[in-house]
């Protein structure tokens, strides 16, 4: 087996001193599972590379079945990681920079650290050794002569193909999770915002009194800066919000679906907002009128006026869902990107990237494009009869 | 007694006068025909009958009492009367449901919604049109459905801005017998707009001459257009009107001499008096003389050129003055000018006669 250099790093579990609970795993939880009671929560804030490892994976069953507890991974930087234990948003951390962690439990933030793993970085390959880097010492120069030598070579769109094919459940527990989450969002979204933006619309055609016009622009040009709010931003926002330390903390709503869902209902309201005012805002001052001579109340034209829009609030809901299918740095933040509970396409396609499993990303990239180019041609068809009929 | 009674009706749009001190009377039952050039208002004053727009100044009584704009009572009134406007307006829905508009938002019953529609294409030729799309119809075909959405309703007054602008005469002549038969026998009070002399004279009892935002005259059509005052003669600039004497030929159409040594040949047969009219559009413009079966040629020179966007007027003197209008692409194709030969072609049937 050949064998690059050594590298040596600590890795260290904290304990979070806001959670006082901690003893109570040590001494009361017993191996005795309890399938009566909702299963507690243990959350482990950790680094990319613990995680990318594999290691948790092996790991956590065997945890979770001997202490009857639910755990869950979230992985960012070290520095996000203890940021987030800081916060009351992490029961554990599991990260290596022995600096930050002794200021961390020095700060108070943390009420024990034990150094658990050191990690030694180690090239496996085929015993015939293709490339030749047997007896190597410098890691780079092995990676190079592997990469000269193309022998790593393997192709990502079979791999791709093959896990669509085999309907792999972690691929089908994702996409299940992203529809979910647009699909809720777009619902809600909906209902909140077509009102709002036909209001907004049907606002234009009334008389030109100076304070209407003034509200109307101001409450139209809210609107369109929030259309480009990047949701990174929002979900730094929803995340502050429902930080443990934060107003709405003790919803404990942070790293849930419900979480992803309210970030995304923020970029998803401008969105609906706008189109449907502008949909509505753009049928001819004719119909209004036509509505109006026929004898139609001011109730029935504004229905009229929105019956006649249909095709732009259609508009609205494909635009929306395509935004908040394809979203992901908000709801990483917001979410978490745990694995079988908050992991959807986007947030899985950056992670396997990040691992250099882009055969995965891609199957996952495919199935995004799939599920959104299903949704555009069923919305399409819709637009196409609506004109026709 | 009078339907419509209006007095010193005024309308400003920022500023502009479009309508000037404006009285009439419409009495019930009556088909009265607003007459004038393009932008003399008509639209306007219609829009004002129909309660769409409040008048800047001026009252107008519907039935006896004098209208005010509070919603409920607009409300009530408009939905007494009925409108078809010039520029065809659809919603985008099936022929049924644009024509069971007007009784869906009265709430009436399935049966009677059904019974009513079924009546009113019958009465529009629209037969098997119900499940269409109103935005797939041709231009004729959507008036006529716009015409049954304000006749289902059942109103005591038509309102009407130039219903057969711009159709063909299949769609026209329909449209025109729906007119008189509803106000023959459902004694539906009409007041229309149309620069269609022979339409006004046809269909419409009295005629008001609307010229600049004024009424210039009131009366039969007869009275209207054979009294020649200053104004009419503004009009006549504008739209091709000449009065003379004619003479039925032997070939059954008749000869108007309008003097200055221009005779026209109409697809009519009337002699004495009469008053011919020509629209600018109906008229085909040309630098040489056209092989044609058009009856009318005249030879003449451009006097005047007035740019209107996409269409362009020229004036031409062939003894008489004509205002021909052609489009912008066809004016620069032929590179016009002032004092420019250049000859006139119309038919016998393009001519109306009073």
């Not at chain 1, 008389?207 to 979900?235: A, D, H, W």
């Not at chain 1, 199957?363 to 949704?375: C, D, I």
């Not at chain 2, 219609?46 to 005010?68: K, Q, T």
């Amino acid at each position: 087996m050949p064998v690059a250099h050594n590298f040596e790093l600590t890795h260290t579990l904290g304990f979070s001193s806001q959670e006082q609970e901690l003893a109570w795993y040590d001494t009361q939880m017993s191996p005795a599972t309890n399938l009566s009671q909702p299963l507690e929560r243990l959350r482990l804030a950790t680094t990319t590379s613990t995680y990318d490892s594999g290691l948790l994976d092996y790991l956590t069953p065997i945890f979770e079945k001997r202490y009857n507890v639910k755990v869950e991974i979230i992985s960012v930087g070290t520095g996000q990681a203890l940021e987030i234990a800081k916060r009351g948003d992490a029961d554990l951390v599991l990260v290596h920079a022995k600096e930050l962690e002794e200021a961390f439990i020095r700060d108070g933030y943390g009420v024990h650290r034990v150094g658990v793993m050191y990690n030694d970085f180690v090239l496996i390959g085929p015993i015939s050794d293709p490339a030749g880097i047997r007896g190597m010492t410098n890691a780079t120069g092995a990676f190079m002569k592997i990469a000269k030598t193309g022998a790593a070579e393997n192709n990502p769109v079979f791999k791709a193909f093959e896990l669509i094919i085999s309907l792999n459940p972690e691929v089908l527990a994702i996409t299940f999770l992203s529809l979910q989450v647009s699909g809720t969002t777009v619902l809600l979204g909906s209902a909140m915002s077509i009102p709002l933006g036909a209001f907004l619309g049907l606002k234009s055609f009334r008389g030109k009194r100076p304070l209407i016009e003034f509200v109307n622009v101001l409450s139209r040009s809210i609107i369109n800066t929030f259309m480009g709010l990047p949701p990174v931003v929002v979900g730094l926002a929803v995340y502050l919000l429902l930080s443990a330390s934060g107003p709405l903390g003790p919803l404990q709503l942070l790293y849930t679906p419900t979480a992803m869902i309210a970030a995304q209902l923020i970029m998803v309201i401008p969105i609906i907002t706008g189109v449907t005012m502008a949909a509505v805002g753009s049928v001819d001052k004719a119909i209004r009128e036509r509505a109006l001579s026929l004898g139609a109340t001011e109730w029935q034209t504004a229905l009229t006026v929105l019956r006649e829009a249909r095709m732009g609030l259609l508009t609205a809901i494909v635009a929306a869902f395509g935004a908040a299918i394809s979203e992901v740095g908000g709801i990483m933040i917001v979410g978490g990107n745990i694995r079988w509970s908050t992991r959807v396409l986007t947030t899985a396609i950056v992670y396997e990237t990040e691992l250099g499993n882009f055969g995965v990303a891609m199957a996952l990239g495919m199935v995004l494009l799939a599920f959104a180019f299903a949704v555009n041609l069923a919305l399409t068809y819709l637009q196409v009869k609506g004109v026709k009929r | 007694m009078p339907l419509i009674e209006v007095q010193n009706l005024c309308k400003e749009y920022s500023g502009k006068k479009v309508l000037k001190d404006i009285s009439l009377r419409v009495q019930s039952g009556e088909i009265f025909a607003v007459i004038g050039p393009n932008g003399a208002g008509k639209t306007t004053l219609l829009r004002l009958l129909a309660l769409l727009d409040e008048p800047s100044s001026g009252a107008i009584s519907f039935d006896g009492a004098r209208v005010d704009y509070f919603a409920k009572s607009r409300l009530a009134l408009r939905r007494r009367m009925g409108m078809v406007f010039q520029q065809t307006v659809l919603f985008n829905m099936s022929v049924f449901d644009n024509v069971a508009y007007g009784l869906e938002i009265r709430g009436e019953d399935r049966r009677s919604i059904e019974k009513k529609v079924k009546e009113t294409l019958e009465l529009v030729q629209l037969v098997g049109f119900e499940r269409r799309n109103a935005l797939s119809l041709s231009g004729g075909e959507a008036q006529r459905v716009a015409l049954a959405q304000s006749l289902v309703i059942e109103p005591e007054l038509l309102l009407l801005d130039e219903p057969t602008a711009n159709l063909d005469p299949r769609n026209v002549s329909i449209i025109e017998e729906v007119l008189s038969w509803v106000n023959r026998e459902r004694k539906v009070t009409l007041v229309m707009t149309t620069h269609n002399m022979s339409q006004a004279e046809n269909l419409a009892k009295r005629v008001g001459l609307l010229i600049d935002g004024k009424i210039e005259g009131i009366g039969t059509a007869q009275e209207v257009f054979g009294a020649p005052s200053k104004q009419l003669m503004d009009f006549a600039k504008l739209e091709n009107v000449f009065s003379g004497n004619s003479i039925i030929l032997e070939e059954g159409t008749s000869l108007i001499d309008i003097s200055d040594g221009v005779q026209i040949e109409a697809a009519v047969r009337k002699s004495g008096r009469v008053t011919v009219f020509v629209r600018p559009e109906d008229i085909i413009l040309s630098e040489k003389p056209m092989i044609s079966s058009a009856r009318n040629v005249f030879k003449g020179r451009v006097v005047g050129i007035l740019d209107l966007g996409p269409l362009v007027k020229i004036r031409v003197d062939a003894g008489k003055e004509f205002v021909v209008q052609i489009t912008k692409r066809s004016f620069n194709d032929m590179r016009l000018n002032i004092g420019s030969d250049a000859f006139l072609t119309f038919k016998a049937s393009s001519v109306q006669v009073v």
